[in-house]
């Protein structure tokens, strides 16, 4: 019994030993479809990261890109904009200089006509004595003045220049 039992034992071990290494085998080859699993993933996630790295790259040029354009449309408006300021000041001096100088010649009307009437009534009751109406009258109304109250009074551009 002792030989049956010392070769039961013997297979048994070998058995035992057989299935050892069979699910060794079995662990080893989990292992390394973890391991392979596990690469796969990583190999992935990696893919995915340069992926989401070369949007933001490609993101940044764009958004670079459009704040030059905005830039260069910003420093053109506000060329344009003190340009136009520039004219809009040449243009208040002018308008400030024709006030000036109409107010100056509203003044000059107003002292004409009332030196005229001053001069003209007298003269025109003694002309209308003298029958002399006409050539006197026409001499101190300003209105008659060989029509060159009538003309309009021009500025030259020279004058205008600041």
């Known amino acids: 019994m002792a030989s049956s039992s010392g070769t039961c034992s013997g297979s048994s071990q070998l058995q035992n030993s057989g299935s050892e290494e069979d699910l060794q085998v079995v662990m080893d ?10 690469r796969e993933s990583a190999r992935r996630s990696r893919m995915r990261k340069q992926k989401h790295l070369d949007d933001l790259v490609s993101q940044v040029a764009q958004l670079r890109k459009e704040n030059q354009q905005i830039l260069t449309s910003v420093n053109l408006t506000t060329q344009q904009f003190l340009t136009v300021e520039a004219e809009n000041s040449v243009l208040r001096a002018q308008v400030n200089e024709l006030s000036h100088r109409l107010d100056s010649l509203k003044e000059i009307i107003e002292v004409l006509n009332a030196s005229n009437t001053s001069f003209v009534e007298p003269m025109v009751n003694s002309n209308n004595n003298n029958n ?3 050539n006197n009258n026409t001499f101190f109304n300003p209105f008659h003045m060989g029509g060159y109250l009538n003309q309009p009074i021009m500025a030259s551009a020279d004058v205008l220049q600041y």
């Open 29 to 38: 080859q989990r292992k390394r479809k973890r391991m392979i699993s596990n």
């Open 132 to 134: 002399n109406n006409n």
